[in-house]
């Protein structure tokens, strides 16, 4: 059995986008802020929290830095 840690970045986003994708289709937006404290408080919650805010600190540090993103390195 694999652990959440073990789940490439892929899969995780796959997994989020389904999580979103339902919940937009069939909960009002209270629930959502609900649901999304209970996944929150979850282990793979709490990665994927955790993954958003390496991303985003990465992300914030590059811009201050003037250093090109992954996109335009690709290209």
Same mark, same amino acid.
Not at 1 to 14: C, Y
Not at 33 to 55: A, P, V, Y
């Given at each position: 059995?694999?652990?959440?840690?073990? #789940? %490439? %970045?892929?899969?995780?986003?796959?997994?989020?986008? #389904?999580?979103?994708?339902?919940?937009?289709?069939?909960?009002?937006?209270? =629930?959502? =802020?609900?649901?999304?404290? =209970?996944?929150?408080?979850?282990?793979?919650?709490?990665?994927?929290?955790?993954?958003?805010?390496?991303?985003?600190?990465?992300?914030?540090?590059?811009?201050?830095?003037?250093? %090109? =993103?992954?996109?335009?390195?690709?290209?």
């Amino acid at each position: 059995m694999r652990q959440a840690t073990d #789940v %490439p %970045p892929e899969e995780i986003r796959k997994i989020e986008a #389904v999580i979103y994708a339902m919940a937009n289709k069939f909960l009002e937006s209270m =629930d959502l =802020d609900e649901i999304m404290e =209970d996944i929150i408080r979850t282990r793979l919650g709490r990665k994927l929290l955790d993954k958003r805010t390496s991303d985003t600190k990465l992300e914030n540090a590059r811009k201050l830095l003037d250093l %090109p =993103d992954k996109q335009t390195i690709a290209a």
